[in-house]
């Protein structure tokens, strides 16, 4: 099936794409892979009159990171970029095993991690990832430049806080906690290639107190992070009973739907159950 | 013997074009002046259509024909004669389309289509298929008595029963009196799709001078022709309909389907040719899909494990149109035991409309569907005397010598189904100790039967011919479509071995068409290898029958002392006297110049023999040309937390006389098994409570990945010829599919102790089953 008609812009640099959405703005769709957003044109949900191309931006292909200033990951960077980054496997495993779990190998050639959450899916695979790596959001407009706290990045389904002339250029990820370890695990329907039914993706760091933080994906209007589950492990008891308790306040922290993919009530099941064994690997209980 | 194919692991013939590319599908085809279709589809389940407004569509540039259904007062059905292809006075179920527009591009169709207004008034509808049954329900054809319809379909007129196909064998009282327990339980299975890579796509032409030239993504050339010229009063001869590469079918290009309307279309654009591709929401709910099922079946045994009756009640969900539904009722309905011998049997298979999208074939022609049920209550009834449900299928199996349902005594070479249930017993390790739990998931085996005969006419026929070219190689055209199947592989083997000549020199000619290939009625029910290949043997025997007439006068030698062997025709012993092929493919020459003979061009038939029509109110007769018989066993791992069922094994057996080809017939074996497993696990249509589909895209209709396939799938193959087979051979296309929903579901009752009895046993559903049984438990 066809697109419906746009003008295609591929800028070389961000002054150019600046200008650019400072006078298109809301006529405009950014495109990174457009795994997502000519999926949405195709079925007619957006129709923009411009799809403005970003993958030709030199200053938005790059990953980087250093001891001081943690990992920078630019908007045109692409899932199975960060896949093979080293650094992302070893020290922000979350991240790394949620780009895994996203899509297929083939998707992942173009899709992007700013894609991702632009896209403001509450399904996003990358979102809980970022929430409990505390990311911030680059985001650039001709009025300058600004940070966003990834928890403050997610208004709504499929809303963020970007105004309609603004861009995020890159996404920061601070050095985790000394001794921490994340990870992500998916739900699906199949083995396959699916979109979550529930993500949950675990930070887990003790150098004498108990950092342990919790975010979800699929549960919610926008992708949420639990901030109870750090409760759980202030308290005394053994490591089962925290996990226990931890899993126990999940219910409470979220909102899942009932739609074709399952119920409310598997959601919630599911959601505690992952949150278990995302911890239960984190802290090395087999 | 120089060249021996029989039984080797040719590589398909058709692998080079397929994996570079250059193999051509339909929709790889362009010509000039091509016009490109849209579709205006309904978004109502039941409704009628007050007014159509297409004068704003019209007029937008490029746009070259805007068809309603008014103007398309035709219809067509395979069986039954109910279906227009654009709706007419009503829509009958969401996705239907109302209105088509022919265009210069896709983008213009497709606007256009948005600019036509539709007023519908809605109308009560029958989104449920037992409701669909009871006296008062709405009507999906008021006027279903009007519709011509195949003799052996029975239609209810004044309901929504488009067919009641009934089978009455001894005397199903008595049958449950003598038995010692009786057990009746209720199954299901949703609609799902065949989801075949290539979505259905068709070109038509329909000239002014009255020609009609079609190329189409369909499984049988002339079903398409016949239909279509019953359909529209057009003569045969002035039909032509070419087919290229099937990008997959499944059973859902079989029959007619989209290939009138683009005719129709390309009339009223003053005939250029008109193309229509399919989008994948349309392939769910516009085009045809598989019909959804329920069954109640009540069976009874003996404590020795005799089955002494068996009541069958099927209910078919055929959705808007019968298309291929009435048949597949009767066909489940007459195998409706499955491969055992019941005494006494009372089944009753009906198909009823509702306003769900039409049902038509799908890999297995209904055994899958009733196969779950039937070998489910198999499991059930042998764990209700007692006895190991393997011991249980052996002691009833439908061995030579015992009586179907039907009445037929199976002949001494019908195959084997019990050494089959002994293979997968064998492969799978059932009965073996192996443990119960592994890595806090629960390990469980099942083992589920089956059998499945050709669905069609008793006197269906195919034809091939064989042409010897002026190098001496041969050139075979028969016109079953390659869809994936690997039947062209097949042939060329048989030729090559018949006339002992190397198989590059045997060419199977791609593309179909009505117009000077041989006739065949369809590739359907597994019966190409078969029927095909009887045809084909004919031919190289008719073309061996003139080489030998031409060389016995160039010789000098009598006919029946002559052989055909390495490219020559030649009198065994005698080096002497031999000619090459290839000096006898125009005509044979004399010394001095003459001719003799002519162009050898050989041709061959077969028609299926010994079938007889079934009385219409016992079911009594001979439907069969051969049963394939086969046995299916599943190794599962249930996740106790999550409800997730992974599949670790899965070993298949099927009595298919002789393997051809062992790598095509592994090919098979595998595809079928990944897509039962995406049948059992995943599929399933999810409609709203009008009738809408809510997952019409692969996002939300989930089917197998290569990560959800069995780590371990073994396929042991059982050899008992059958007599009036090309080299033995039994169909296998369908079978392969068939028993894997029972396999598995039998397996998870070993793993967790849970009954399951709906179809997709998907995660959530097993986790509900898993929390019953765990309540159950906490209070007893
Ligand atoms: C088959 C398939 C499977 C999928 N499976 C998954 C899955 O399992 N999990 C999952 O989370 N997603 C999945 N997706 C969705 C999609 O692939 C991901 O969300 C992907 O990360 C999007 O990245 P992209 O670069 O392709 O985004 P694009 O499509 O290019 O953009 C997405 C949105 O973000 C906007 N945008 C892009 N870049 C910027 C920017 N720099 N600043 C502001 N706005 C921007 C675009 O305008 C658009 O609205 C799947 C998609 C497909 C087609």
Redesign the pocket.
Known sequence: MPLPEFDYIRPKSVEELVSILAKHGSEA????????????MRDRL?RPRYVVD?KGIGE?QGLSWDEGRGLTIG?AV??NEIIASEVIRERFGALWSAAS????PT?RN???????I??A?P????APALLVHNAEVE?VSAKGSRKIPIEDFFKGVKR?A?GPD????AVHLPNPPDGAKSWYL?WKRTWG????LVGVAGLVANSGKWIVRVAL?SVAPTPVLVAEIQNAFEGGGTLEEKIEKAAASIPGGICPITDVRCNAEYRTHVAAILTKRVLRKLLGLG | MKYSYMGKGVPRIDAFEKVTGTALYTGDLRFPGMLYTKLLKSPLGHARIVNIDTGEAEKLPGVRAVLIGKEAPYKFGIYMGDKTVLASGKVRHVGEPVAAVAADTEEIAERAVELIKVEYEELPGAFDVLKAMEDGAPLVHENMSEYRHAPFIYPKSGTNIANHFKLRKGDVERGFKEADVVIENEFYQPQVQNVQMETHTSIGQWLPNGQINIWTSAQSPFAVRHLLSVGLGVPLHKINVVVPYLGGGFGGKAGLHWEPLVVLLSKKAGGRPVRLVMTREEQFYTTAVRQGFYARIKTGAKRDGKITAGAFFYVWDAGAYADYGVNITRAAGYSCTGPYEIPHIKCDSLTVYTNHPYGTAYRGFGHPEFHFATERQMDLLARAIGMDPVEFRLKNAAVPGRITATGEKLREDAGRVDECIKAVVEAIGWGKKAPKEVNGKLRGKGIAALWKAPAMPSSTSSSAILKLNEDGSVTLSISSTEMGQGTPTGLAQMVADELQMPIEKVKVVTKRETDFSPYTWQTVASRGLFMEGNATLDAVRNLKEQVKTTAAELLGVPKKELEVAEERVFALGRPDKSIPLAKLATAGIFPDGRGIGGPVLGYGYYTAEGLTNLDPETGQGLPALMWTFGAQGAEVEVDPETGDVRVVKMASAFDIGRAINPLLLKGQVYGGIVQGIGSALMEEFIFDERGALLNKNL?DYKICRTQDIPEEMVFIPIENPQRNAPHGVRGIGEHPRISIEPAIANAIYDAAGIDLFEIPMNRERVWRALRKKGEKRAFA
């Open positions: 769709k950014l495109m990174a892979g457009g795994t997502d957003l000519l999926v949405l957006v970003i938005l908007a692409t899932l779990e996203l899509a297929d998707v173009r899709a992007t991690l700013v894609g991702n632009c896209n899916s399904a996003a695979d990358t985001a963020t970007l603004e861009f995020v250029k998916k290639e699916d979109l979550a994906s | 996002t």
